[in-house]
């Protein structure tokens, strides 16, 4: 499967995922302008190990556990159909994937991507912010 790579860090345990695309509509006032598209994406360092241990437990040669069935005993069967889901939509629709880890769960984490991606048009610090994140 062609998911994104996810990194975990200790002190930062909370994943958020948001694809953008850039509206290409030259009739819109937004035309080049960044827009959220796709997230966020939300799951947690604990979601991304069970992920990890449901993939080698797929790969084992021995028991020969499916991926339905690993992802299933891990329970991580929901990031697994989210992140395929939204890694082939975002091939299909020319959309990038950024991924932010952050030390508190956002609380109005639509609302807050919404404005961060907003800002990004016009806050070159945002920007590059944004840039830095990107995984596709």
Known sequence: MNI???KT???RPHHYIIGTRT????????YGKIKLYY?????TNED?????????????KL??????????????SELYFNLRGINLS??????NLFHF?????????DEWFCMFVNNANTDNKTLQKLKGAKIL
């Open 4 to 6: 994104p790579k996810i």
């Open 90 to 95: 975002a091939h299909a629709n020319a959309a």
């Open 23 to 30: 509206v290409n509509n030259i009739s819109s006032d937004n």
């Open 48 to 60: 991304v190990e069970n992920y990890k241990l449901a993939i080698m437990l797929s790969q084992d």
């Open 101 to 109: 880890t952050l030390e508190e769960k956002l609380n109005e984490a």
């Open 39 to 43: 997230g966020p994406i939300y799951f």
């Open 63 to 76: 028991l020969h556990t499916n991926i339905l069935e690993a992802l299933d005993i891990y329970n991580c």
């Open 9 to 11: 860090d200790p002190n």
